[in-house]
């Protein structure tokens, strides 16, 4: 590549050459050391999502609480921006590259190295972008803080408010980093992704505590009752509502509605348990459906073997990037609505088409956020379809055409987004035809009846690579979207439970693909290892 050729981003090389990052492995890392890396960035996860954040008032409001399942962190703990900044991070830098915006060949090493330094320091920048305006209204310092500031620190009473806010967004912004390098260590020492892992141990806990908890549904404080404070768990719920209650009181006073539907009263009903289940036989199928291509080596006779081209072939990347995105407009839409500065923006500040958003909560109940918001459960469009008059409420003054509405432009996001995240997704990293092409030439294989060259293989990828990235990426996003509004226990949202079951299908093919090298160092070559 020429001078002038290069991409403007090339300017930043001196800081992308010094910025921190986690040294990659020169040889082959053995399995034993990539399982150590990985539990351990697990156990440290947990670990950081039980940490609360320090001065932190006890009347937060969590911005991301319909997002928690995607964005793998934990409210008002250190790990409360989760994976969010890095995903944004990734949304910007595929966008840009997908435009031409960036001027970068990402099949060359050089390039590929900028792309990648220049998404660490948009992260850093989300990082701060996402943890400044926590503080304005959703994690605001407490009080007590304040004065320990003032007495203990010798500050000012007008300057505690912003020191305090700045101890707030600096916890924040290290549990964000600690996320980014934990992310960067799996990635290059361990196995699989980071960002998958935490999206899929934060789920599994909740279905966990979903099907299984005794704890209180609705108040921990209070014993459990069968009316308005059962166990929060689905299996203990059925269990206990079925023997404290008399059978009149669960046909005709809303006992079986309870239990199998949910109310407030009682989240985690069994129709989310069944979707739950229902979803992950789905994905399991999903999952499992490929084209597999022949080949053969072109030296060794005999050696014969297949290239799979799934059909989810972007995996679930796009349904992260598409959920993330969702995310973000929800946490600008309710900034522009309720924050006191940011509501005086002409134009949009204070707009009703922007998002309506009731005192104190962060889900928007109209506006045009309500049309971006999750839709969560059958409870949120079945039932208003079946009987309006009883059920109506549950749309909060919305009709049953604005419900419609909102459920084409759900779906159309989600498989539209994920469609165009997944073509962006193969493109920046290495999953194109010319980049399988290049790297089937390498491990020596080739498909038989053609000639070895790379450009020729390239043409029959061709074939099958670009259609089934797009109705891939269709199918995930239909998945994801449909999984969400039938519901999932342990509100773990059905796009998490989507996600966790494709990340653990992979985890359990990446353990056995590593296996397989660690016992034939050959094939290393041919699955890009070295």
């Known amino acids: 590549m020429s001078e002038q050729s290069k991409s403007s981003l090339y300017l930043l090389k001196p800081l992308v050459e010094k910025w921190p990052a986690v040294t990659k492995p020169e040889g082959h890392v053995a399995f034993r050391t990539k399982i150590f890396w990985t539990l351990l960035c697990l156990l440290l996860y947990f670990v950081l999502t039980k940490i609360l954040l320090y001065g932190v008032s006890q009347q937060q409001l969590d911005v ?100 305090a806010n700045t101890f707030i967004v600096a916890q924040l912004a290290f549990g964000a980093l600690v996320v980014f390098l934990m992310d960067e260590l799996i990635s ?41 404070n059962p166990p929060a768990g689905t299996l203990p719920k059925v269990w206990y509502v079925f023997t404290e209650r008399s059978i009149g009181s669960l046909v005709y006073q809303g006992g079986f509605e309870d239990v199998f539907l949910g109310n407030q009263a009682f989240p985690n009903p069994v129709i989310a348990l069944v979707g739950t289940v229902l ?20 030296k060794v006779r005999g050696a014969r073997g297949r290239y799979p081209i799934r059909l989810l072939y972007a995996s679930n990347i796009p349904v992260i990037l598409m ?116 790297q089937i030439q390498k491990s020596g294989m080739q498909i038989p009846g053609f000639r070895r060259d790379p450009r020729v293989l390239g043409r029959i990828l061709e074939r099958y690579i670009p259609t089934v990235t797009v109705i891939g990426g269709a199918v995930v996003g ?35 693909k590593e296996q397989a090298m660690e016992m034939h160092p050959v094939l290393r070559g041919f699955f890009g290892a070295e």
Request: charged letters at 10%; zero cysteines.
């Open 64 to 163: 991301f609480a319909g997002f928690r399942a995607i964005l793998a962190g934990a409210s008002g703990s250190v790990m409360h921006l989760g994976i969010g900044p890095i995903v944004t991070g990734s949304i910007i830098m595929q966008l840009f590259t997908g435009a031409k915006i960036i001027n970068l060949d990402l099949t060359k090493k050089e390039d590929k190295a900028i792309y990648q330094g220049t998404q660490k320091i948009i992260v850093v920048v989300m990082i701060l972008v996402e943890a400044i305006p926590q503080v304005f209204g959703f994690l605001a310092p407490d009080e007590l803080f304040k004065i320990n500031l003032m007495e203990g620190w010798g500050i000012s009473k007008g300057a505690a408010t912003g020191w």
């Open 188 to 228: 290059k020492w361990g196995i699989g992704s980071g960002i998958s892992m935490f999206i899929a141990a934060g789920v599994a806990e909740q279905i966990f505590t979903g099907t299984f908890s005794w704890l209180p549904a609705v108040n921990a404080e209070q014993a459990l009752n069968p009316v308005n």
């Open 279 to 298: 979803i992950f036989f789905f994905v399991v199928y999903a999952e499992s459906s490929r084209i597999e291509l022949p080949l053969a080596h072109g």
């Open 323 to 438: 959920a993330a995105l969702l995310a973000n407009i929800n946490l600008f839409a309710l900034l522009f609505t309720t924050h006191p500065v940011f509501s005086k923006t002409p134009l949009i500040g204070g707009a009703w088409w922007v998002g309506i958003y009731p005192p104190g909560q962060t889900v928007p109940v109209g506006g045009g956020a309500w049309y971006f918001t999750t839709i969560n459960g059958v409870q949120e469009w079945l039932l208003p379809l079946f009987d309006f008059t009883r059920y109506g409420a549950i749309l909060q003054g919305h009709t049953l055409w604005q419900l419609g509405i909102r459920m084409l432009i759900y779906l159309g996001l989600f498989i539209g987004g994920s469609i165009l995240f997944a073509k962006f997704w193969i493109e920046t990293t290495n999953m194109g035809p010319e980049a399988v092409a290049k």
């Open 478 to 512: 239909a998945l994801a979207a449909v999984a969400d509004m039938i519901g999932t226990t342990g509100q773990s949202s059905g796009t998490g439970v989507l996600l966790t079951v494709g990340i653990i299908i992979r985890l359990y093919e990446q353990i056995a």
